[in-house]
């Protein structure tokens, strides 16, 4: 069955504290996509990943930085956490035919 | 620019009760379009999608929707609902492009009364 992963349901960082987000996917997919999801705003694509190495930024990549080194994996990168980055993370991927499988997503606090 | 609005943000419905949760975009040609169900604290299931063919798309857990390209509408619906549907649902389309992004509605959430 197919399972894209994230490394933390739930995560609490402190204000300026670098955090990672980790996302897997076992698919063999090309594409992977980092969504944000806040209440009333619905899904927003922060940053997403066609290829190894390759990255193009979303609709709001302000204050996040990305890094896919090799296909299985996407990592979402919060350079300096602030408080207005708490937020619902979401991790997806996708090949051919656009469907994207969506991972359980990561609850972040920044305090 | 493509867009998706649902123009419901909150519906209440009653267990037995129909449904129709609705669903309009804006993009020049004919997209590609899902339907997401979103369960509290999980990540987006799909339900259904329509790429082409017939415009009345079956999905799973007994849901349904019509793609009418003249009213540029997408709507789910399902004959009788269950408390297990409760969740907040999601339409996203997606132009073709090959980076395959998806634009998302801002949802509609679903609460289902005994």
């Known amino acids: 069955d197919v399972k894209v992963t994230q490394s933390s349901r739930y995560l609490v960082k402190r204000t300026g504290e670098k955090v990672f987000l980790e996302c897997v996917q076992d698919m063999d997919h090309e594409n992977m996509f980092w969504y944000r999801q806040d209440p009333g705003l619905g899904l927003r694509l922060i940053y997403f990943?066609?290829?190894?190495?390759?990255?193009e930024k979303g609709d709001i990549p302000e204050g996040y930085s990305v890094s896919r080194e090799k296909k299985e994996r996407f990592s979402l990168i919060l350079e300096s956490a602030s408080t207005n980055q708490t937020s619902m993370y979401l991790c997806a991927s996708s090949s051919q035919g656009a469907r994207q499988y969506f991972g359980p997503g990561t609850r972040l606090t920044v305090t | 620019a493509q867009s998706v609005t649902q123009p419901d943000i909150h519906i209440t419905v009653s267990e037995g009760a129909s449904l129709e949760l609705r669903c309009n975009y804006s993009?020049?040609?004919?997209?590609?379009l899902f339907w997401y169900v979103q369960s509290p604290g999980q990540g987006l299931q799909l339900l259904l999608k329509y790429f082409s063919g017939d415009t009345l798309v079956q999905g799973i857990k007994g849901f349904e929707a019509e793609f009418k390209r003249s009213q540029s509408s997408f709507n789910l619906r399902k004959p009788s609902v269950h408390w297990s549907d409760a969740a907040e649902y999601f339409c996203a389309l997606n132009s073709g492009g090959s980076n395959y992004k998806l634009t998302f509605g801002k949802g509609t959430l679903l609460t289902v009364n005994p």
């Open positions: 993009y020049g040609a004919t997209p590609y």
């Open positions: 990943s066609y290829d190894v190495k390759m990255k």
